[in-house]
């Protein structure tokens, strides 16, 4: 097809500018998925996010021992700070143990937790590896995970956490402040 | 306390125990209540000649670069908690025993960290803006410097606030250890939705995990919904740069959302399908129900006021007559229509005074005029806000939670005044 060549440029121009550059003041600089990696440490119930790596129950074990048993006790009893195993079976009674065992609804949260903000004083110190572990190590105490399974971005999705069904949403499906106010 | 001198017995009572028609504070009911000589002076002025003070002798202080409160004011403090041998975790109460109006100093904010405050040179902060947009973009401050931005002066309140009131004893402490995980403030800043905008955010993005740069990456899900109906990057907070307490040089701030989703020194931004489900939406800020079960994502702040006098410590040492009981009301679903005060342990109500008007979630200083008879009393107020929703009784709470959630209790407090000592204490009644 016959199109002078003054229009097929400025065609290709129009085509390539992002679709509502408009919308903004345009001061923000892109960046790539690469130089943005060392900052993007969340992860989702479904896995997206988790790094490469894996650790096991035993290996969770030294790095407990090492680093989390002065304040969360031996094998996850609480210390100066919060019990991490047991209390299944108490969110009914008057008074609660809630634990990751007892109340944390998704597996995910334990890693994403941990990398983001464990050990207190050193956070972001361990390695995905170390990580892996130590949420092996928790599952297991926990009684929700076997003592030879090894967690990586395949197996810690597909743990399924005893009070996962616990939980009401309450956005959006009663976000009203009438209901609010009634419940 | 503000005690006036009783003299009139034509002042209109308007509800059981001595409670007083709002028009004493309104227009020119003052002036009414001055020209019948209520006002009684208080014994120091009232001894001898005047005398001449030194400080009209001399010159005062130079002008300062930065302002500093009186020292006869350094005793009003927050009251810092924590976790014992953790450096930076816990919180510190806005002493509202010792404040007025609506609008919190910046210095007695309160705190609520998760793992210390950081201390963020700007020139190095940045803001990522990325997930499913179709470009993933840095800020800088100057850049959001550069960007349109609006006021509002609004409420941030913790969802843990009046956790106290969960104890099943009263806990006897003054009212900003009660209820002081609040505080209003103007907040200036940078429509969020703008720069998200400017991303572009694809059409599954219903999410947005907002991360902080403490050590904590205290980290929540926020619904794109509210990211782009009234979110904030809050630069300013009454007229001045963030406090690094309070996000310095940055923070989200959702209005009438639970503070804990306010997230302070924000660095990133993630646009997700799904909420992350961090560990402070989840394990924590999350409300257990009497069967076991928990509500999850309760975001907005119910309809709540309190009475901050009389309460514990201010007692009303002057002996019986008029008084004002003052406090404040706010609503994380918008303005507050009417507070009501009862005297009598709540058998009657009478409509409270509002000072100035009442802003969209924001605080709202209401007063009452009582006539105390030197008798027991038992004080409550009740916020309306203006969809029609009524601040519960602590027993209705109760009734729901059992006393096990420390999450968004915004029932009603109850001060009960004792006879003849005057002395107010904290009770569940």
């Not at chain 1, 939980?167 to 209901?179: G, N, Q, R, V």
């Not at chain 2, 209109?12 to 709002?22: E, F």
């Not at chain 2, 929703?389 to 006393?403: C, Y």
């Not at chain 2, 029932?411 to 005057?422: K, M």
């Given at each position: 097809?016959?199109?002078?060549?003054?229009?097929?440029?400025?065609?290709?121009?129009?085509?390539?500018?992002?679709?509502?550059?408009?919308?903004?003041?345009?001061l923000?600089?892109p960046?790539?998925?690469?130089?943005?990696?060392?900052?993007?440490?969340?992860?989702?119930?479904?896995?997206?996010?988790?790094?490469?790596?894996?650790?096991?129950?035993?290996?969770?074990?030294?790095?407990?021992?090492?680093?989390?048993?002065?304040?969360?006790?031996?094998?996850?009893?609480?210390?100066?700070?919060?019990?991490?195993?047991?209390?299944?079976?108490?969110?009914?009674?008057?008074?609660?143990?809630?634990t990751?065992?007892?109340?944390?609804?998704?597996?995910?949260?334990?890693?994403d937790?941990?990398?983001?903000?464990?050990?207190?004083?050193?956070?972001?110190?361990?390695?995905?590896?170390?990580?892996?572990?130590?949420?092996?190590?928790?599952?297991?105490?926990?009684?929700?995970?076997?003592?030879?399974?090894?967690?990586?971005?395949?197996?810690?999705?597909?743990?399924?956490?005893?009070?996962?069904?616990?939980?009401?949403?309450?956005?959006?499906?009663?976000?009203?402040?009438?209901?609010?106010?009634?419940? | 306390?503000?005690?006036?001198k009783?003299?009139?017995?034509?002042l209109?009572?308007?509800?059981?125990?001595?409670?007083?028609?709002?028009r004493?504070?309104?227009?020119?009911?003052?002036?009414?209540?001055?020209?019948?000589?209520?006002?009684?002076?208080?014994?120091?002025?009232?001894?001898g000649?005047?005398?001449?003070?030194?400080?009209?002798?001399?010159?005062?202080?130079?002008?300062?670069?930065?302002?500093?409160?009186?020292?006869?004011?350094?005793?009003?403090?927050?009251?810092?908690?924590?976790?014992?041998?953790?450096?930076?975790?816990?919180?510190?109460?806005?002493?509202?025993?010792?404040l007025?109006?609506?609008?919190?100093?910046?210095?007695?904010?309160?705190?609520?960290?998760?793992?210390?405050?950081?201390?963020?040179?700007?020139?190095?902060?940045?803001?990522?803006?990325?997930?499913?947009?179709?470009?993933?973009?840095?800020?800088?401050?100057?850049?959001l410097?550069?960007?349109?931005?609006?006021?509002?002066?609004?409420?941030?309140?913790?969802?843990?606030?009046?956790?106290?009131?969960?104890?099943?004893?009263?806990?006897?402490?003054?009212?900003?250890?009660?209820?002081?995980?609040?505080?209003?403030?103007?907040?200036?800043?940078?429509?969020?939705?703008?720069?998200?905008?400017?991303?572009?955010v694809?059409?599954?993005?219903?999410?947005?995990?907002?991360?902080?740069?403490?050590?904590?990456?205290?980290?929540?899900?926020?619904?794109?919904?509210?990211?782009?109906?009234?979110?904030?990057?809050?630069?300013?907070?009454?007229?001045?740069?963030?406090?690094?307490?309070n996000g310095?040089?940055?923070?989200?701030?959702?209005?009438?959302?639970?503070?804990?989703?306010?997230?302070?020194?924000?660095?990133?931004?993630?646009?997700?399908?799904?909420?992350?489900?961090?560990?402070?939406?989840?394990?924590?800020?999350t409300?257990?129900?009497l069967?076991?079960?928990?509500?999850?994502?309760?975001?907005p702040?119910?309809?709540?006021?309190?009475?901050?006098?009389?309460?514990?410590?201010?007692?009303?040492?002057?002996?019986?007559?008029?008084?004002?009981?003052?406090?404040?009301?706010?609503?994380?679903?918008g303005?507050?229509?009417?507070?009501?005060?009862?005297?009598?342990?709540?058998?009657?109500?009478?409509?409270?005074?509002?000072?100035?008007?009442?802003?969209?979630?924001?605080f709202?200083?209401?007063?009452?005029?009582?006539?105390?008879?030197?008798?027991?009393?038992?004080?409550?107020?009740?916020?309306?806000?203006?969809?029609g929703?009524?601040?519960?009784?602590?027993?209705?709470?109760?009734?729901?939670?059992?006393?096990r959630?420390?999450?968004?209790?915004?029932?009603?407090?109850?001060?009960?005044?004792?006879?003849?000592?005057?002395?107010?204490?904290?009770?569940?009644?």
């Open positions: 097809m016959f199109m002078p060549k003054k229009l097929v440029i400025v065609l290709f121009v129009f085509a390539t500018m992002p679709s509502n550059a408009q919308e903004g003041a345009g923000g600089t960046i790539s998925q690469q130089n943005l990696a060392p900052w993007d440490i969340s992860i989702q119930p479904n896995g997206d996010g988790l790094p490469p790596g894996s650790g096991s129950v035993e290996a969770g074990e030294a790095v407990y021992m090492q680093k989390c048993i002065a304040c969360h006790g031996v094998e996850g009893s609480g210390g100066p700070y919060d019990q991490l195993v047991g209390g299944q079976g108490t969110l009914e009674q008057l008074q609660q143990v809630r990751v065992g007892s109340f944390w609804p998704y597996a995910s949260t334990i890693f937790y941990i990398r983001r903000a464990m050990p207190f004083e050193n956070p972001q110190s361990l390695t995905n590896d170390e990580v892996y572990a130590l949420t092996a190590y928790l599952l297991f105490e926990n009684g929700i995970i076997d003592e030879d399974d090894v967690m990586n971005s395949e197996t810690l999705p597909e743990v399924e956490m005893p009070n996962e069904e616990g939980f009401i949403l309450a956005y959006p499906t009663d976000k009203s402040m009438e209901e609010m106010n009634e419940i | 306390m503000t005690q006036f009783d003299n009139d017995s034509d209109q009572q308007v509800a059981g125990n001595g409670l007083l028609h709002r004493l504070f309104l227009g020119r009911g003052a002036a009414m209540l001055g020209g019948l000589g209520l006002f009684s002076a208080s014994a120091s002025a009232q001894q000649p005047l005398q001449i003070p030194q400080w009209m002798l001399e010159p005062g202080a130079h002008m300062s670069g930065y302002g500093q409160r009186s020292q006869y004011e350094e005793g009003v403090q927050r009251i810092v908690g924590g976790a014992p041998g953790v450096s930076g975790s816990g919180v510190s109460f806005t002493p509202l025993q010792n007025h109006g609506t609008i919190t100093p910046n210095s007695l904010h309160f705190e609520r960290h998760h793992s210390g405050v950081p201390n963020i040179n700007p020139e190095e902060h940045r803001l990522l803006i990325h997930g499913l947009v179709s470009r993933p973009l840095v800020f800088s401050m100057d850049d410097m550069r960007y349109p931005t609006v006021t509002r002066i609004q409420f941030l309140e913790c969802s843990g606030n009046s956790f106290n009131n969960m104890l099943p004893e009263a806990q006897q402490a003054p009212v900003g250890v009660l209820h002081g995980l609040m505080s209003c403030s103007e907040w200036t800043g940078v429509p969020l939705s703008i720069l998200m905008d400017e991303a572009g694809e059409p599954e993005g219903d999410w947005v995990l907002a991360e902080g740069a403490d050590a904590a990456a205290m980290s929540r899900s926020i619904p794109m919904e509210k990211i782009m109906d009234d979110a904030i990057i809050a630069l300013y907070q009454n007229g001045e740069r963030l406090r690094p307490e310095y040089p940055m923070r989200l701030f959702l209005p009438g959302w639970e503070g804990n989703m306010a997230v302070k020194w924000l660095r990133r931004l993630k646009v997700n399908r799904d909420p992350t489900m961090t560990r402070d939406e989840t394990s924590h800020y409300d257990v129900l069967d076991g079960r928990a509500r999850m994502f309760t975001y702040m119910a309809v709540k006021s309190v009475i901050t006098s009389p309460s514990t410590g201010l007692n009303l040492n002057s002996g019986p007559g008029i008084y004002e009981i003052t406090g404040l009301a706010w609503s994380g679903a303005r507050i229509r009417r507070v009501e005060v009862s005297a009598d342990g709540g058998a009657s109500w009478a409509e409270a005074a509002i000072s100035g008007p009442a802003l969209d979630k924001s709202t200083r209401f007063r009452m005029a009582w006539r105390w008879n030197g008798g027991p009393a038992t004080l409550k107020s009740r916020a309306i806000d203006e969809t929703a009524v601040q519960p009784t602590r027993d209705e709470l109760v009734s729901i939670h059992g006393e959630s420390n999450y968004h209790n915004n029932s009603i407090q109850t001060w009960h005044v004792a006879e003849n000592s005057g002395e107010v204490s904290n009770v569940y009644a």
